[in-house]
């Protein structure tokens, strides 16, 4: 495990990334007129709109974008790796998605285990899914103060400015976006669709996203069995300012 603001400072203060570097959000424009938008990067999105309004003027927004993939390593014996990579939402994507440009910086190795002394199957996967959050949890804990109260920064340009680093994107597979949401199998990630009814468009049901004030109180169980997703006491994200997974 690296410290999280330590790769933060690496990546936003490599004077290799200060000529790209994004510090304010954009509106861009298909036609003269300005009546189409065009969204094609994170700073040119609602969010980063949305969320640098603050009570603290002068912020700057460092947008921060966790991936992880579990990765079978070798053919025999089934050994595999669980890495967690790190890049920011200030550099545009043609820079994050070339591994010359070294964009991403990996961040850890999750455990594993499968944990196959656990008989039941139920309370593994339980125990499975509680490892990993409690592990996340555990990286992402530097983020909560500094994501409200603000660190300084110097860019590769010499630039000092008070950034907030927030939680921004999680990219995985399925497997990796049930995980993150604590979704059952075969069911949807972001929302309550039922299971015959992914893929139809456009889609009317409700997002999850109204029960993360429920994270971590005592009915929190409850909720989880009549949500169905799986009552995950703690989850990673929960404390983390402005996050919104």
């Known amino acids: 495990k690296r410290d999280i603001m330590e ?6 203060g490599s004077p290799d990334h200060s000529q790209y570097l994004c510090f304010m959000p954009e ?15 994170i700073h040119t999105g609602r969010w980063w709109w949305d969320t640098q309004v ?24 089934n050994k595999s790796a669980y890495p967690v990579y790190l890049t920011i939402g200030n550099l545009p994507k043609d820079i994050r998605r070339k591994p010359s ?24 996967r339980r125990t499975v899914t509680n490892l990993f959050h409690a592990c996340m949890k555990f990286i992402m804990k530097p983020l909560k103060e500094a994501g409200l109260d603000g660190v300084i920064l110097q860019s590769g340009d010499g630039s000092r400015r008070r950034c907030h680093p927030i939680l921004v994107v999680y990219v995985g597979d399925y497997p990796e976006q049930i995980l993150v949401t604590t979704a059952y199998y075969g069911g949807c990630a972001s929302c309550e669709t039922e299971k015959n009814q992914l893929g139809v468009y456009p889609c009317s ?6 029960f993360a004030k429920m994270v971590g109180s005592y009915s929190w169980p409850d909720h989880c069995l009549q949500e169905n997703i799986k009552p995950v006491q703690h989850l990673f994200w929960e404390d983390l300012p402005y996050a919104n997974i």
């Open 205 to 210: 049901a409700a997002s999850r996203s109204h």
């Open 101 to 124: 440009q070294q964009g991403q910086i990996l961040l850890a190795y999750l455990p594993t285990s499968r944990l196959e002394h656990i008989k039941n199957k139920a309370s593994r």
């Open 27 to 41: 509106r861009h424009y298909t036609d003269a007129d300005k009546t189409r938008r065009l969204y094609h990067d």
């Open 7 to 12: 790769c933060v400072r690496a990546l936003y």
């Open 54 to 77: 603050s009570d603290k003027p002068g912020a700057t927004i460092i947008p921060l974008i966790i991936s992880s993939d579990k990765t079978q390593v070798t053919l025999f014996r």
